[in-house]
């Protein structure tokens, strides 16, 4: 029965998912990486393709069920030396959320059945004929939740998943900043391989229902252009922003071994992706290159232009200590 009086809960607006439109073809899932195994479930997958240059953890979990090839990218990151067999799948990362659909609608071309890794970018159009994954957590402020589209996509009934057992992280980094609340955010990371195949919680769905879409997006293209206007002189990364596509960070790659540490150490919180490329002898250059000197620098709505100038001054003096 339903509820009636008592104390007031945590009041959220509700004005929709952003991927309303697609909800008779979408799954929301715990995260990401449910999602994928999800995808799993609903094929019949002979081997699964990934890039060198993911997370290790991913094709960890995922050869549990499937047999995994990994590939190299180039420095467009295009595929290279790939080639699936009728029923092998292609997992294919929209790294940083830069890439152009026509990018995505040639890799469609290229490949029989492909899976958008698009947890970095989380605004990208779905293609309806491939599996799209999509991160809450990578983008907004949320303890979990992804989401996976696709034409036809098969329901399979999925566990709860209880989001006050591990939002508090959030609460605590409102009040005391995201660095005391790091230990907590860990926490939260580490329980999904834990607990399995669960639904996005009711918390995130409310949460993801209240978010300023078009303000987030035009802040992340914003800041994400102030830092490229200076920076792109000395960035060994030739990107662009096409029109329409929201970064999740300013990737900016420079041979420095001290700049990461000295941003930190001002506060600039970078890590270093996927480092165990460095010690994978099949790994080509370029994807060694990103692993040791790649810098996420943030993007993200909830700083400035000015915040953008400071970052940017950060990377300017530490390239000079360290030059």
Same mark, same amino acid.
């Given at each position: *029965?339903?509820?009636?009086?008592?104390?007031?809960?945590?009041?959220?607006?509700? /004005?929709?998912?952003?991927?309303?439109?697609?909800?008779?073809?979408?799954? #929301?899932?715990?995260?990401?990486? *449910?999602?994928?195994?999800?995808?799993?479930?609903? /094929?019949?997958?002979?081997?699964?393709?990934?890039?060198?240059?993911?997370?290790?953890?991913?094709?960890?979990?995922?050869?549990?069920?499937?047999?995994?090839?990994?590939?190299?990218?180039?420095?467009?990151?295009?595929?290279?030396?790939?080639?699936?067999?009728?029923?092998?799948?292609?997992?294919?990362?929209?790294?940083?959320?830069? &890439? !152009?659909?026509?990018?995505?609608?040639?890799?469609?071309?290229?490949?029989?059945?492909?899976?958008?890794?698009? /947890?970095?970018?989380?605004?990208?159009?779905?293609?309806?004929?491939?599996?799209?994954?999509? !991160?809450?957590?990578?983008?907004?402020?949320?303890?979990?939740?992804?989401?996976?589209?696709?034409?036809?996509?098969?329901?399979?009934?999925?566990?709860?998943?209880?989001?006050?057992?591990?939002?508090?992280?959030?609460?605590?980094?409102?009040?005391?900043?995201?660095?005391? &609340?790091?230990?907590?955010?860990?926490?939260?990371?580490?329980?999904?391989?834990?607990?399995?195949?669960?639904? #996005?919680?009711?918390?995130?769905?409310?949460?993801?229902? !209240?978010?300023?879409?078009?303000?987030? &997006?035009?802040?992340?293209?914003?800041?994400?252009?102030?830092?490229?206007?200076?920076?792109?002189?000395?960035?060994?990364?030739?990107? %662009?922003?096409?029109?329409? &596509?929201?970064?999740?960070?300013?990737?900016?790659?420079?041979?420095?071994?001290?700049?990461?540490?000295?941003?930190?150490?001002?506060?600039?919180?970078?890590?270093?992706?996927?480092?165990?490329?460095?010690?994978?002898?099949?790994?080509?250059?370029?994807?060694?290159?990103?692993? %040791?000197?790649?810098?996420?620098?943030?993007?993200?709505?909830?700083? /400035?232009?000015?915040? #953008?100038?400071?970052?940017?001054?950060?990377?300017?003096?530490?390239?000079?200590? !360290?030059?």
């Amino acid at each position: *029965m339903k509820e009636y009086g008592g104390y007031l809960p945590l009041e959220l607006n509700e /004005t929709g998912h952003y991927f309303a439109a697609y909800e008779k073809d979408m799954v #929301m899932l715990q995260c990401g990486r *449910m999602a994928f195994a999800y995808i799993l479930r609903d /094929t019949n997958a002979n081997r699964l393709y990934l890039p060198r240059y993911l997370c290790p953890s991913v094709g960890e979990y995922l050869n549990r069920s499937v047999e995994i090839v990994l590939y190299d990218v180039d420095e467009k990151f295009e595929p290279v030396g790939v080639s699936p067999e009728k029923e092998d799948y292609l997992l294919w990362v929209n790294f940083f959320g830069l &890439a !152009s659909p026509a990018q995505q609608e040639a890799i469609l071309r290229r490949y029989k059945n492909v899976i958008f890794d698009n /947890t970095q970018a989380f605004y990208a159009k779905p293609f309806m004929q491939a599996y799209n994954v999509y !991160s809450c957590r990578k983008f907004f402020g949320v303890g979990d939740g992804a989401y996976l589209i696709r034409e036809g996509i098969g329901q399979i009934e999925l566990e709860k998943n209880y989001g006050y057992e591990s939002g508090g992280f959030l609460l605590k980094s409102l009040e005391m900043g995201t660095n005391e &609340a790091y230990c907590e955010y860990l926490d939260n990371e580490s329980r999904f391989e834990e607990e399995g195949l669960r639904e #996005m919680s009711v918390l995130s769905q409310k949460i993801m229902k !209240s978010i300023d879409y078009r303000r987030a &997006a035009e802040r992340r293209r914003r800041n994400f252009y102030v830092l490229h206007e200076h920076l792109q002189e000395v960035n060994e990364l030739k990107i %662009e922003l096409p029109g329409g &596509a929201v970064p999740m960070v300013y990737p900016l790659l420079v041979r420095n071994k001290k700049l990461r540490q000295y941003l930190i150490g001002h506060k600039v919180y970078v890590s270093q992706w996927w480092k165990a490329v460095l010690q994978d002898p099949a790994g080509n250059a370029f994807e060694k290159k990103l692993s %040791e000197y790649l810098l996420p620098l943030p993007v993200d709505q909830r700083y /400035t232009k000015e915040d #953008m100038l400071d970052i940017y001054h950060l990377v300017q003096n530490g390239l000079g200590q !360290s030059g």
